[in-house]
T-cell receptor, first 110, second 115 residues
Framework: DAKTTQPTSMDCAEGRAANLPCNHSTISGNEYVYWYRQIHSQGPQYIIHGLKNNETNEMASLIITEDRKSSTLILPHATLRDTAVYYCIVLYNQGGKLIFGQGTELSVKP | ETGVTQTPRHLVMGMTNKKSLKCEQHLGHNAMYWYKQSAKKPLELMFVYNFKEQTENNSVPSRFSPECPNSSHLFLHLHTLQPEDSALYLC??????????????FGSGTRLTVV
């Protein structure tokens, strides 16, 4: 599975958009980009995933560059409850295993 | 509730004890996983089961013994643990090819403390 690179930590003001970047320059054509988050001492929670096109759901939007070498997770109106570690993971679509890196620790501040 | 239930939520055990962690899912998934998360570290994949068969063991010490009696249940049997085994143990489930859907679904974990 392709390796991803994320900033260690980020801050965001409450009510503003949080934009979390992820680099996955070695991604292959059949690998998806998944985003999970983990609120302190809980199990990771699925947020969104995509292959080539941008995706949006009730939690977030995922913007994938045309060359697929990087992506951005957007939380449009961050709240204090969005404070968590966010993981960007590339997953092979034929039985790939979810392997976690260090992720980005997002702190949403009042 | 995510659909994956882990019990107990907290466990304190001595180094000579034997205990078991339980995981249950009713999502119709056919793959189940154990992860370990030590303090300030990323999640580490320990074991993978597909259709009740163990397909991966990531060099986990034999004092951790998994069991998967059916596609809905997964156990982690613990014996003669060490204090460094204290961690959050997370169970997850998925379809065997977790794409097109929401990938893995995780339980809330068991916080294990070895004294």
């Amino acid at each position: 599975d392709a390796k991803t690179t994320q900033p260690t930590s980020m801050d965001c003001a409450e009510g503003r958009a949080a934009n979390l970047p992820c680099n996955h320059s070695t991604i292959s054509g059949n690998e998806y980009v998944y985003w999970y988050r983990q609120i302190h001492s809980q199990g990771p929670q699925y947020i969104i995933h995509g292959l080539k096109n941008n995706e949006t759901n009730e939690m977030a939007s995922l913007i994938i560059t045309e060359d697929r070498k990087s992506s951005t997770l957007i939380l449009p109106h961050a709240t204090l409850r969005d404070t968590a570690v966010y993981y960007c993971i590339v997953l092979y679509n034929q039985g790939g295993k979810l392997i976690f890196g260090q992720g980005t620790e997002l702190s949403v501040k009042p | 509730e995510t659909g994956v239930t882990q019990t107990p939520r907290h466990l304190v055990m001595g180094m000579t004890n034997k205990k078991s962690l339980k995981c249950e899912q009713h999502l119709g998934h056919n793959a189940m996983y154990w992860y370990k998360q030590s303090a300030k570290k990323p999640l580490e994949l320990m074991f993978v089961y597909n259709f009740k068969e163990q397909t991966e063991n990531n060099s986990v010490p034999s004092r951790f013994s998994p069991e998967c009696p059916n596609s809905s249940h997964l156990f982690l049997h613990l014996h003669t643990l060490q204090p460094e085994d204290s961690a959050l143990y997370l169970c997850a489930s998925s379809q065997s090819h977790p794409t097109g859907g929401t990938g893995y679904t995780f339980g809330s974990g068991t916080r294990l403390t070895v004294v």
